[in-house]
């Protein structure tokens, strides 16, 4: 009797997480490339954001609903800042754990800095900023559970309602398809980790 | 050409380079040696400006590097380094037309240059060019590694100890194929390396460095026959003596970690110490340390068991050397009597060692095959 709400709820569900995992990827990306070029300023903003990072989702989302209100933006805003930590984590640690003998050479063949970053440093960092990107992405997913909490849809909603009318199978409705969303979310990042992952060390990256 | 003039380059309160000043001529194998934080490296690196001199400058070809575009400047010089530094998310041939890339190559003359190279070197492109420096030994790399530094024609390649990380077989092949490259090629290469044997294989001229300064700048016969220092000397070490065997010496060939003896020791005591020590003989020696004689197995046999010391047993009448003695003469005596050995003794007549006839074939070997 759920059947067609469960199918417009995990619709939701997947938008949030895509929207929100989308922008704090471009987030993360960015912030970490740009905080492993400045490695004295990391050393100040890497340990804020990890404080901002334990502050319970729940509370910012309930922040931002007072100042945007009841609309999906204030989800994916907060949801986009919470994806954005493990990228941005992963990109800065990725980068500049590449081994400083290519970046020797790298210099030593004159390349200029961009041509450093996107040709040796972005790729031989591709395999931990994918492993971030999936973090994010399975976090997000459960994350997004708190949406129905401001009344704007997903899987949630099955969850809340079960636990204001003492209804498990209402609850399990909303768990079971979160859980499979992760799982299958999780595989997919998997695949494309592999893709995107340089043919020449992937030995290396699965070795690990 | 390279040119140094007055470089200098500070670290804080240390000075890694003092003002110094060297030219390079087209053409030659040049190669910086001395002892670690000697600056040498350092040097290489101002060549490219991977290091930006504090002073002086570095003219390539009468230019000042220093206002080259400095990644320009890069692409037209060649770079190996010691850790190879193949891009391991690229294969063999996209390595080698890195710079080729950069240069903005057109596709067909990049891959002539991948078969080129790979020729060059003995590589078979069907079995390599698409091959991940992951797949291959260090020794095959760091082949790839110089091609890298070939690839787009550079008239000048630098190289920071580029074999120092592979093993001594694979090292001096490919010392062989980068002096025989050279020859081809022509080109001008700065090599750095803390190993004389390699300096005196591959250079045309040594430049040796000490503390931020030259201490020396000779091709490797010049530096052989006249090392400026001490510190030169050492480094070139048994190959000034390799160079002239009539100043060889006995303490060249001899053996130190011999087994002595004291002269009031038992019989017993002697025989326990042969076997611990596994020789059939021992050097006798007085309470000073000073030489006597010689005890062997055969001397002692008749003797068994008795509970006498060694005094009346040992020989005293074999003939000694010098440290400073002539190392022919040690070796004819070796081979006109039957002795297995023969005793070197220092100034104070303690014993310095023992040459055997293992240290002649081992020093025949050494003239013969370096």
Known sequence: MYGGELIRNIGIHLMYVFASVFFGFILGMTLGILLSRAPKYSKIVLPILSVFNTIPGIVFIGILFLYLGMVPMTVIIALSIYAMFPILKNTYVGITNVEQQYVEAARGCGMNRRQILFKVELPLSMPTIIGGLRMATIYTVSWTVLAAMIGLGGLGEFIYQGINLNQNALILLGAIPAAILAIVLGFLIDVLQRKVTPRGIQKEVRAK | ?370
Not at chain 2, 65 to 76: A, D, F, K, P, Y
Not at chain 2, 100 to 129: F, G, N, S
Not at chain 2, 214 to 223: D, K, L, R, S, W
Request: aromatic content about 6%; charged content about 25%.
């Open chain 2, 1 to 370: 050409m390279i040119q140094f003039e007055n470089v200098t380059k500070r670290y804080g309160e240390s000075t890694v380079l003092d003002q110094i000043s060297f030219k390079i001529d087209p053409g030659q194998f040049a190669v910086l040696i001395g002892p670690s934080g000697c600056g040498k490296t350092t040097t290489l690196k101002t060549i490219n400006r991977l290091i930006e001199p504090d002073g002086g400058r570095v003219l390539i070809d009468g230019d000042d590097t220093g206002v080259i575009n400095r990644v320009q400047l890069r692409r037209r010089i060649g770079y190996v380094i010691q850790q190879i530094g193949l891009f391991p998310n690229m294969t063999v041939a996209q390595n080698i037309t890195v710079v080729p890339k950069l240069l903005k190559y057109d596709k067909e003359r990049c891959d002539k240059i991948v078969h080129d190279m790979l020729e060059m070197v003995d590589m078979p492109y069907e079995q390599y060019a698409q091959k991940y420096p992951s797949e291959m030994s260090g020794g095959q790399q760091q082949r790839i590694g110089v091609l890298r530094a070939l690839a787009a024609s550079p008239p000048i390649v630098l190289m920071d100890e580029p074999f120092g990380a592979l093993d001594p077989m694979t090292r001096s092949t490919l010392q062989d194929e980068i002096m025989r490259l050279q020859k081809k090629l022509k080109k001008t290469i700065v090599f750095v390396t803390h190993d004389m044997e390699e300096a005196l294989n591959l250079a045309d001229v040594i430049i040796f460095m000490e503390d931020g300064h030259i201490t020396q700048m000779a091709p490797p016969e010049e530096m052989l026959k006249n090392p400026a220092n001490e510190t030169v000397k050492n480094f070139l070490g048994k190959h000034i003596a390799a160079a002239d065997p009539s100043t060889l010496t006995a303490a060249d060939f001899m053996k130190t970690n011999v087994v002595t003896v004291g002269i009031h020791k038992g019989i017993r005591a002697c025989t326990a110490q042969m076997m611990r020590s596994n020789v059939d003989s021992l050097i006798v020696t007085d309470e000073n340390d000073r030489y006597i004689g010689t005890l062997s197995v055969e001397d002692i046999q008749p003797h068994g068991k008795e509970d006498a010391t060694i005094s009346e047993l040992l020989r005293t009448d074999r003939e000694t050397f010098h440290t400073t003695d002539d190392a022919k003469r040690c070796f004819d005596m070796l081979i006109s009597t039957k002795a297995n050995y023969v005793i070197v003794l220092n100034d104070d007549g303690t014993v310095a060692g023992i040459i055997t006839k293992t240290s002649i074939a081992k020093a025949i070997a050494e003239r013969l095959w370096g």
